[in-house]
């Protein structure tokens, strides 16, 4: 073979093995993308958002979560203590017809404590929501949305319907977290994660109305 010959051969071979690098790469890519989405779905979107759709930026961050705190495991709640709590979300659901700041604040408190309670980091809000954010993917915004609506509460900067959607959208929050763990010993009681039953309050004149531990604003919480 002469040497021409022999060089296009040599560069055919590289120009091949670059093109199946490339496209193991890419499919090594691809899995890795559907791995992140499947795991933290609505995270997922949030995270290239924020980085200006830089996927790879948002990759490097979740993958970081995961080393971080995949390995987080949570404690259970005794049966008491659930059902305080779930005693304690209707009281701050009931609390919003007279003061909604009030209820706002005093339901990002609570879950702060419950995510603590839970074994979740409690040295600052923005650790323990990265946290949870890689357990309670589907709803952990609902925590980051009271809570800027606490703030902005403080401030006087919330109006009343901002406050309602903030409560009504941590509400999913609180039941996962709140929720009992299912027993593999086949015993299938769990206690109620719903609030307690409450009376029925209405505001004459008013649209607000409080009824089963859910508070009401033309629908429900």
Do not use: N
Request: glycine letters at 10%; aromatic letters at 6%.
């Amino acid at each position: 073979m002469s040497t021409g010959a022999i060089i296009i051969v040599v560069v055919v071979a590289v120009v091949v093995a670059a093109a199946l690098a490339v496209r193991i790469a890419r499919g090594g890519a691809g899995r890795g993308e559907r791995v992140l989405r499947r795991h933290f779905g609505p995270e997922y979107e949030l995270s290239v958002a924020e980085h200006a759709g830089d996927t790879a930026a948002a990759h490097r961050e979740l993958e970081e979560r995961l080393a971080r705190y995949g390995d987080l495991r949570a404690e259970p709640l005794a049966g008491e203590l659930r059902e305080r709590y779930a005693a304690e979300w209707a009281g701050v659901q009931e609390q919003f017809i007279d003061s909604p700041e009030w209820a706002v604040a005093a339901a990002d408190q609570l879950l702060a404590r419950l995510a603590r309670d839970r074994g979740y980091p409690s040295a600052s809000y923005a650790e323990q929501v990265t946290a949870l954010s890689v357990h309670h993917a589907q709803c952990v915004q609902g925590y980051r949305q009271i809570h800027t609506a606490a703030a902005r509460a403080r401030e006087g900067l919330a109006d009343t319907e901002e406050l309602r959607e903030a409560v009504a959208h941590a509400r999913p929050f609180f039941e996962d977290l709140v929720k009992p763990p299912h027993h593999a010993d086949g015993d299938t009681h769990h206690t109620p994660t719903s609030p307690p039953r409450t009376a029925h309050r209405s505001r004459r004149g008013g649209r607000w109305e409080l009824g089963l531990g859910r508070t009401r604003k033309g629908g429900a919480w």
